[in-house]
Structure formats: C-alpha cells, structure tokens
C-alpha cells in the first residue's frame, strides 16, 4: 500500500504519470509496504552501477521518465541495495570494493573517525597565514558564493 507520503516521494522522481510506473497497481492494492527503485543504480546483470549521490550529481535522481523507475516491496529493495556478504564478499553498501584485511579495516577506521584530517601545527599556521592574505580572502569569497548559487540552483555564478 502506498501512502500520501509515499506517492509525494514518487511524483518527485517520475517526471511523467505515476500509474505507468511498473508494479504500481500491485503496490496500491497490496497492504505491504513499496518503495521506488531507479533502474539505473544496477546493471543489468545486478552489479553496482550509480549510487544515489551519482545519479543526483549528473541530475539523474528527480524527474525521471516512468521507464527509468520501478516500485519494489519494502525487503527487496533493501536486498538490492544493502547486499549481504556472502553475495558480494568485500563490498559495502554503497556498492564499492573495501577490503577485509586487518590493514584495511585499520585504514579504514581511521579514515571514518577523522584521524587523518588532525593538521600539524605547521599547516594550521601555513592556512591562518593564507586565510589572512588578500588571495585567501578573495578564495574564501568565491567558494562562499558558489555554495550559494549552487543551493538556489544557480549555474553561473
């Protein structure tokens, strides 16, 4: 069954009528929850292709043509998109390659609890230094008003 809610969700990727979407009559007579998957985040024969953040970077997320979409029970989607480790050994989530061993889980870890973004007191003092000269200044200007111009949906800035 899909809700008020839901059909929100869907209306904001199909860019055209929601009912030629495929398995869209049997998600609103059936009781059981359905999502909507893109058909372009795997390949044909199943492997990763584009991720969410890819597809919306290349703005191939939103407004999709109803052929691109189509809606799954709640548990296979998630099948789909969170494979479990005996399907695909050596993979997370997202679909990319980690590895397993003992100084890749290292690497790894320190990578996700930020340990390699602590700066020595060298490069603090070389960016205070940058940050208070005029190019520095103007750098942090320009990358202010791109954020900016890029949240309003702006091209040209």
């Known amino acids: 069954m899909l809700t008020k809610r839901q059909l929100l969700h869907i209306k904001s990727y199909c860019r055209d009528d929601i009912t030629k979407i495929e398995n869209y009559d049997k998600a609103i007579a059936d009781n059981e929850t359905w999502e909507c ?17 890819s597809l919306d970077r290349l703005n191939m997320y939103y407004h999709r043509p109803y052929y691109e979409l189509i809606l799954l029970p709640l548990q296979e989607h998630h099948d789909i998109h969170k494979p479990t480790r005996e399907k695909f050994p050596g993979h997370r989530f997202d679909g990319t390659y980690h590895p397993r061993s003992e100084e890749g889980l290292k690497q790894w870890t320190e990578k996700m609890t930020g340990k390699h973004w602590k700066l020595t007191d060298e490069a603090k003092d070389k960016q205070k230094r940058y940050a208070c000269t005029p190019e520095g200044r103007e750098a942090k200007r320009r990358a202010s008003l791109i954020r900016w111009g890029k949240q309003r949906g702006l091209t040209n800035v």
């Open 37 to 53: 998957h893109h058909r372009l985040e795997l390949t044909i024969d199943g492997q990763f292709a584009h991720t969410e953040d």
